[in-house]
């Protein structure tokens, strides 16, 4: 199998990148031209978004080429063979029996976490983060009428823990219906251990 090129960094300029083109201002969401005035030099780093600068391994990138070759982009629907994919991808990095039917498409990450709190959060009640979290987050949680309850993680010994003590405490409000688990946490970095998310679970 042909390998990922972590060595180059292409450039991403013309691509209509979110991270590379458009700016925040207020609340517009901008395209800018990098190189302007205002921004000069492209010396600002959109640090804000993890999104990768690196190419997609060949595999990915040859299976959609040939898919474009077909040249019709009609409507699709989920095929036996992406259930295939997904379950088997659980029982090989997860050792996890994932049901097909459990599966449910959404269009990214973020509309399923305001579709969950819909589904289990009436206005009023709380939903617990870790902050400092990917700001999306407190977004859905504000956005579907709920309150922020924040468990936030403490710098100890040169890199973020989670604080369990403070945990337990604002899990038993009745109030907090969902914790939202940041796994791998954006931005702090961290990938949890196994005894940190059977804590966590706990
Ligand atoms: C923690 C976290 N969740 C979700 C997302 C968005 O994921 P998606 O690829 O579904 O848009 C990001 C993107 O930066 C993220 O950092």
Redesign the pocket.
């Known amino acids: 199998m042909k390998t990922c090129n972590f060595d180059t960094l292409p450039n991403r300029r013309g691509t209509g990148s979110a991270k590379w083109e458009f700016i925040h201002e207020g609340d517009q969401f901008n395209q800018t031209d990098r190189t302007d005035k205002k921004y000069g030099d492209e010396r600002l780093l959109p640090l804000w ?3 990768m600068d690196f190419r997609s391994p060949p595999a990915v990138v040859e299976a959609l080429t040939e898919r474009a070759r077909h040249g019709i982009f009609g409507y699709t629907a989920p095929t036996n063979s992406y259930f295939t994919a997904v379950t088997n991808w659980m029982q090989r990095r997860y050792n996890w029996r994932v049901e097909r039917e459990w599966i449910l498409q ?8 305001n579709l969950l709190i819909q589904t289990f959060v009436q206005p009023g009640e709380k939903v617990l983060i870790q902050r400092p ?2 700001y ?2 407190m977004n859905a949680i504000k956005n579907n009428g709920a309150e922020i309850v924040s468990n936030s993680l403490r710098y100890e010994n040169g890199r973020y823990q989670m604080d369990f003590g403070d945990l337990a405490e604002k899990a038993a409000d009745t109030a907090v219906k969902l914790a939202i688990l ?1 796994s ?4 702090v970095s961290r990938v949890w251990t196994r005894e940190e998310l059977v804590r966590f679970g706990e």
């Open positions: 978004v993890a999104d959404t269009p990214g990450v973020v509309p399923a976490i979290v990917y999306p987050f940041c791998p946490h954006n931005p």
